[in-house]
């Protein structure tokens, strides 16, 4: 089964590096999302890179609005069909934050539209872009050319963050964003348990923790984190990507940071 990857959204901060740095370094198709700007998203992912344009596919998607994930998928069913194709890498990476400094500051529809951003969105992905990934009885890909630069096992990376660690909190605030991010590890436990049953060491699924990146999500906090602690985008994108193809079987389930340590729950 010949392969392909999905960044979901990749318009702008994280989920675009990730796109450039997934083109660049495989030779397989890749899909990637937007809800706006699709052809201008396309060209901007594309400039400089030298990489045959036809390799890249952009859908509209809004993980707030079911009907376009399910049309995406749809689509991604017409163009790689069943039982030829499998998703081989899916990086999953829709952010918001409301950053809530005392609980008087929590308003209940910000927090909804972060839960809905961060957690139920990446739910919902799996939700339908599940069928595509391989199953216990799937005979894994031997073709070196196709497999270049992805990761042995299909692997589902969604984005989480440090203070979405329980046991790592020692701060508080950020409510509504923790909860979320909490969340998505758990989600991530959860698929890759169901996964495990499915397809075997075939498919998995993480966690990630990029760490605080020069991304228009962290803008207002820059001036409080070290010079040597904010990442440029790329920078992570290419130290994320490395994580997810190093890991392995033995660190599914879990959430890694850039540096490949692991996030305790």
Known sequence: MAPWSLISPASRGIGFALARRVLQTTNAPVVVTARRDLDKTKEALLEGLGVDKARLTVLKLDVLDESTIADAAAACKEQFGPGSHKLQLAFIVPGLLFPEKSPTQINADDALL?????????????KHFAPFLPKKSTVPNTNES?????????????MSARVGSISDNRLGGWYSYRSSKAGVNQLVKTFDNHLRTASGENAMAVALHPG???????????????KEKL??????????????????????GKCWDWDQKEVPP
Request: proline content about 3%; aromatic content about 10%.
């Open 231 to 252: 990442f440029e985008r790329d920078w992570v994108a290419e130290r994320l990507f490395d994580v997810v193809k190093q890991v392995g079987t033995e660190g599914r």
């Open 114 to 126: 972060t839960f809905r951003t961060n957690t139920l969105g990446p739910m919902l992905m799996l």
């Open 146 to 158: 196709e497999m270049k630069g992805l990761p042995s096992s299909s692997t589902t990376a969604v």
């Open 212 to 226: 605080t990146v020069k991304t228009d999500l962290s803008k207002d906090f820059w001036s409080n984190v070290k």
